[in-house]
């Protein structure tokens, strides 16, 4: 069963900590993505990966770490440093953007509730 | 970076009635997505169309992309037809990694 799975699906935490989200694909897709959702509004990037070991920064990324240890997962982490961390986080993934179709497909996210 | 807008930002509709939702962005595109937002948060995909016309039951998508818009008509809607529409993109004349640039999405009430 393909797909991508993001856990936990609810994160409370008190300000001032870090928290790692996780995401895992198993459709074997180089690139991988993290998006951020505010109620009522569209999904904005935070980073991007197209491989291992490499990683670029989104339109938002202030506040925000990634890792890219394994091609099956790009683990978030949220950091202090993050003025405004509640929101719903949603994970991506695609095959490499190019002449053939590279249709993004979404894990079923992360609510991030910081106090 | 372009811009993308949907239209209308509310529908209300008795179930039954077709409906059509407007995406209209300001750049050339090498892909264009349809996505449908479940009350749980969940992205569906519903059409990836950078140009043409898709059908799929009583969902169709046509995308003009030198006129720069692209159309999503819900045929005899349902109550699970109820939710969040986004139209995303991808800039062609940006860096080619794939970045979805979002719409702010079309709220879809369907009632019984």
């Known amino acids: 069963d393909g797909g991508i799975t993001q856990s936990p699906k609810y994160l409370f935490r008190k300000e001032g900590q870090n928290v790692t989200l996780s995401c895992e694909q198993n459709?074997?897709?180089?690139?991988m993505y993290w998006y951020r959702q505010d109620p009522g509004q569209g999904l904005r990037l935070i980073y991007y990966?197209?491989?291992?070991?490499?990683?670029q920064k989104g339109d938002i990324a202030e506040g925000y770490s990634v890792s890219r240890e394994k091609k099956e997962s790009f683990p978030l982490t949220v950091t202090s440093a993050q003025k405004n961390p509640t929101a719903f986080y949603l994970c991506?993934?695609?095959?490499?953007?190019?002449?053939?179709?590279?249709?993004?497909?979404f894990g079923p996210g992360t609510r991030l509730t910081v106090t | 970076g372009i811009q993308v807008e949907q239209s209308p930002p509310d529908l209300i509709l008795q179930e039954g009635a077709n409906s059509t939702l407007r995406c209209n962005f300001s750049?050339?595109?090498?892909?264009l997505q349809w996505f449908h937002q479940n009350p749980w948060g969940q992205l569906i995909n519903l059409f990836y169309i950078p140009s043409g016309t898709k059908q799929n039951g009583r969902l169709s998508a046509t995308t003009v992309a030198t006129e720069r818009y692209s159309l999503l008509y819900i045929s005899s809607s349902q109550t699970t037809d109820s939710g969040v529409y986004f139209c995303a993109v991808v800039n062609a004349g940006g860096t080619s990694y794939g970045k979805l640039t979002f719409g702010q999405g079309t709220i879809l009430t369907v009632h019984p």
């Open positions: 459709l074997n897709h180089d690139a």
């Open positions: 750049d050339s595109v090498n892909n």
């Open positions: 990966s197209q491989i291992v070991n490499d990683f």
């Open positions: 991506a993934s695609s095959i490499l953007p190019g002449p053939d179709p590279y249709e993004q497909y």
